[in-house]
T-cell receptor
Framework: QKEVEQNSGPLSVPEGAIASLNCTYSDRGSQSFFWYRQYSGKSPELIMSIYSNGDKEDGRFTAQLNKASQYVSLLIRDSQPSDSATYLCAAQIYNFNKFYFGSGTKLNVKP | DTGVSQNPRHKITKRGQNVTFRCDPISEHNRLYWYRQTLGQGPEFLTYFQNEAQLEKSRLLSDRFSAERPKGSFSTLEIQRTEQGDSAMYLC?????????????FGPGTRLLVL
């Protein structure tokens, strides 16, 4: 079992819709969680971080964390074609200074 | 440009050759990470430095891989006797001192192709 699991997709949504991306993690020692966006051939770019249970909003993005269920999600409202990319979920086990990444979910936003 | 920089951006080598990559982190970031990413996968953790000390090393890192950060600034990753399976994107990331929950900033990566 991988430390962080994501559905590889692709997830296709029409422009203007809400895209919902999900991630589960296996290590209950994970304390911090991150969502990165990666365009093809480029390096990951941080979108959001979340550390506490509940929701965290930043513009069109909302991250949700449920530690009891070991579940992290990212909602993208009013999706734009420029949001089309691979979204990587990462978990940090703080005391060990390691980050574990999922394999990413490819999002396609159709005009 | 004050972001993380990596050189070279691309490297093509023949199997059995040695290669070395360089990473310059964001100024004053004391934490530095190396990752490897293959097509369709997320970045895999390789190693971590806090200042010049290498504090974590993945079991994925065979004896052919070595990393250094001699003065706590730039870092190098060397792969000896390269194999075709080493072909991947090698990513470096840095994070600043003092944050209890780290935010990593990635460099553009070095794409390695072993023929």
């Amino acid at each position: 079992q991988k430390e962080v699991e994501q559905n590889s997709g692709p997830l296709s949504v029409p422009e203007g819709a809400i895209a919902s991306l999900n991630c589960t993690y296996s290590d209950r020692g994970s304390q911090s969680f991150f969502w990165y966006r990666q365009y093809s051939g480029k390096s990951p770019e941080l979108i959001m971080s979340i550390y506490s249970n509940g929701d965290k909003e930043d513009g069109r993005f909302t991250a949700q964390l449920n530690k009891a269920s070991q579940y992290v999600s990212l909602l993208i409202r009013d999706s734009q074609p420029s949001d089309s990319a691979t979204y990587l979920c990462a978990a940090q086990i703080y005391n060990f200074n390691k980050f574990y990444f999922g394999s990413g979910t490819k999002l396609n936003v159709k005009p | 440009d004050t972001g993380v920089s990596q050189n070279p951006r691309h490297k093509i080598t023949k199997r059995g050759q040695n290669v070395t990559f360089r990473c310059d982190p964001i100024s004053e970031h004391n934490r530095l990470y190396w990752y490897r990413q293959t097509l369709g996968q997320g970045p895999e953790f390789l190693t971590y430095f806090q200042n010049e000390a290498q504090l974590e090393k993945s079991r994925l890192l065979s004896d052919r891989f070595s990393a250094e950060r001699p003065k706590g600034s730039f870092s190098t990753l060397e792969i000896q006797r390269t194999e075709q399976g080493d072909s991947a994107m090698y990513l470096c990331a840095s994070s600043p001192k003092g944050q209890s929950q780290e935010t990593q900033y990635f460099g553009p990566g070095t794409r390695l192709l072993v023929l």
